[in-house]
């Protein structure tokens, strides 16, 4: 079993529409929690980075964590075309900054 | 916006080749690190520097070697390339401290055939 799981897709939807993406992981130790956005032949960016559980807004973005669940959430508002890329969750525990990643949830935002 | 450089971007070389995949960043961060993503997977981390003479291998199994003689620059290079090798290299760097952010270079696309 993969430390972090999160559904590949595609996840398809029309512009406008608030999308949820997901990672649910195992490890109780992490503590942070990270959403990067990947565009096609690209670097991952850093778009939302959280410490512990509670939520965090960044104008169209909400990322959540649930530690007693062990999951997280990425929420983007009035979505855009431009939003349409692979999005990764990161998380990692303290001390060493070894980042583990989930596969990429991959969006596509139709005009 | 990180300031980390990758070199060259986009590489197809023969097999059996030497290649070099240079690094750098302007941020002074301590930590550097390598990561291989193959097209629609994860991201793998294969090599991690804490500083300048530190250097460490990752999960992966990698034959690539790396060195860290300066602070802002972490090349990674593999001695005899294989169409294995095929995949995207992703350079990133952090500052010490347990709360700070890993960011990305822009990646190199290694194609050996």
């Known amino acids: 079993q993969k430390e972090v799981e999160q559904d590949p897709g595609p996840l398809s939807v029309p512009e406008g529409a608030i999308v949820s993406l997901n990672c649910t992981y195992s490890n109780s130790a992490f503590q942070y929690f990270m959403w990067y956005r990947q565009y096609s032949r690209k670097g991952p960016e850093l778009l939302m980075y959280?410490?512990?559980?509670g939520n965090k807004e960044d104008g169209r973005f909400t990322a959540q964590v649930d530690k007693s669940s062990k999951y997280i959430s990425l929420f983007i508002r009035d979505s855009q075309p431009s939003d349409s890329a692979t999005y990764l969750c990161?998380?990692?525990?303290?001390?060493?900054?070894?980042?583990?990643f989930g596969t990429g949830t991959r969006l596509l935002v139709s005009p | 916006e990180a300031d980390i450089y990758q070199t060259p971007r986009y590489l197809v070389i023969g097999t059996g080749k030497k290649i070099t995949l240079e690094c750098s960043q302007t941020m002074g961060h301590d930590k550097m690190y390598w990561y291989q993503q193959d097209p629609g997977m994860e991201l793998h981390l294969i090599h991690y520097s804490y500083g300048v003479n530190s250097t460490e291998k990752g999960d992966l199994s990698s034959e690539s070697t790396v060195s860290r003689i300066r602070t802002e620059h972490f090349p990674l290079t593999l001695e005899s390339a294989r169409p294995s090798h095929t995949s995207q290299y992703l350079c990133?760097?952090?500052?010490?401290?347990?709360?700070?952010?890993?960011?990305f270079g822009e990646g190199s696309w290694l194609t050996v055939v």
């Open positions: 959280t410490y512990s559980s």
């Open positions: 990133a760097s952090s500052e010490s401290g347990s709360g700070n952010t890993i960011y």
């Open positions: 990161a998380m990692r525990n303290t001390g060493f900054q070894k980042l583990v």
